[in-house]
Nanobody, 123 residues
Framework: QVQLIESGGGLVQAGGSLRLSCAASFRSFGRFTVAWFHQAPGKEREFVASVNGDSSSTNYADSVKGRFTISRDNAANMVYLQMNNLKPEDTAVYYC????????????????WGQGTQVTVSS
């Protein structure tokens, strides 16, 4: 059974940092693109960042470029999202998603999802 488990969320002041982790439990993890999305209350789930299987390609939403970094460790079946210079507008539930079959920025492209981890940034 495929599982994605996020961790690392919490409450942080504006300008602070958090590192989110996503632990994956499926075979051939290194073959698949993994992405992070976030969903703020009352809003649609939105793309944040993605990384392909061998980490040769990454993509970021314009709102996080230069502040967030996505990375992965295929040996450990882990994906990370380093978030620096956090802003109140980054407050959302952050989801890990895997196995892409369409455009990287569409939530409908991903087959597997985690349960999410809450990130709250206070001003």
């Amino acid at each position: 059974q495929v599982q994605l488990i996020e961790s690392g969320g919490g409450l942080v002041q504006a300008g602070g940092s958090l590192r989110l982790s996503c632990a994956a439990s499926f075979r051939s993890f290194g073959r698949f693109t993994v992405a992070w999305f976030h969903q703020a209350p009352g809003k649609e789930r939105e793309f944040v960042a993605s990384v392909n299987g061998d980490s040769s390609s990454t993509n970021y939403a314009d709102s996080v470029k230069g502040r967030f970094t996505i990375s992965r460790d295929n040996a450990a079946n882990m994906v990370y999202l380093q978030m620096n210079n956090l802003k109140p507008e980054d407050t959302a539930v952050y989801y890990c998603a895997a196995e892409r079959s369409g455009p990287y920025y569409l939530k409908s492209s991903y087959r597997y999802w985690g349960q999410g981890t809450q990130v709250t940034v206070s001003s």
